[in-house]
């Protein structure tokens, strides 16, 4: 998890045929396209990765149609959203349902921003901080398993995370993205 | 984000929990898997066994060409050769 080129510049990296930035266009929005599938629409696994290849592949497709390259996210959201519902449409032949889209989607896509914003603060502070961060909140490993995994002693992780949070929180206020209390 | 809850901030970390591996692995490959489909289709249209090979037995003539059949590279591949 490094510092990372903006959404634009890599998007136009890809339009050239860029693989690698492709790779790391993948990389970069894979787990915000995967949240809106299983927690947004709440897809089973099985449909989660049916929306999730297709929503690559038509991206991939139409990247060239994009207009404005710093609006990749919302781009893919809403192509996100729609393969989602014509998912559920044609699930639904069988089983018709009243409301394709869950009540509070905009709510769900809204949470999902902020939490890629924080992403972006991940790469910000740099390692060790962003992967234990990641590793203890996004993929729930234990102190344990954490200290094994990147050689640390498991006594320390807690407070090892703590401060990297504090870290986190800085990193975010002086970007701008995190608003600094009021002190006084 | 106006917050000053640094637990705020583990809870979003936490709404972003990672996709499996082979998802991820599957889309990055697109460009490649694209170019050697491509390539093998054009190959089909001119070549009718290969394109009958292709169509009796999709999977095999897939990995023979280097391109892993997987479930999504399989109905694109129908898909392209069911199109006039």
């Known amino acids: 998890m490094g510092p990372e080129i903006s959404d634009a510049a890599l998007v136009a990296r890809c339009r050239n045929g860029d693989d690698s930035a492709w ?10 396209v995967f949240a809106i599938c299983s927690q947004g629409f709440r897809l089973s696994r099985h449909d989660a990765e049916d929306v999730f290849q297709d929503v690559f592949t038509r991206a991939y497709e139409n990247l060239s149609k994009l207009r404005n390259d710093d609006a990749v996210r919302p781009w893919l959201a809403q192509l996100t959203r729609r393969l989602c519902i014509d998912h ?5 032949r069988e089983a018709p349902v009243e409301d394709l889209e869950p009540d509070g989607m905009d709510e769900v896509i809204e949470l999902l921003d ?59 206020e002086d970007s701008g993205t995190l608003v600094r209390p009021d002190v006084g | 984000m106006a917050t000053n809850d640094i637990e705020e901030l583990g809870r979003l970390i936490a709404a972003l929990p990672p996709t499996p591996e082979g998802w991820v692995r599957a889309a990055q490959e697109l460009p490649q898997v694209r170019r050697g489909l491509d390539d093998l289709l054009a190959r089909a249209e001119a070549d009718a066994a290969l394109r009958a090979r292709l169509i009796a037995d999709l999977e095999s003539t897939l990995s023979d060409a280097g391109i892993e059949p997987t479930r999504h590279v399989l109905a694109d591949v129908r898909d392209r050769l069911r199109s006039p």
């Open chain 1, 114 to 172: 902020e939490a890629m914003s924080v992403r972006e603060g991940l790469a910000k502070i740099g390692e060790p901080c962003g992967d234990m961060l990641d590793r203890f909140y996004a993929r729930d490993q234990s102190y344990r398993t954490i200290g094994d995994e990147l050689d640390l002693p498991a006594g320390t992780i807690a407070s090892r995370i703590s401060r990297c949070l504090e870290k986190l929180k800085g990193a975010m």
């Open chain 1, 88 to 92: 559920l449409r044609e699930a639904a």
């Open chain 1, 23 to 32: 790779g790391e266009l993948v990389e970069r929005f894979s787990r915000y």
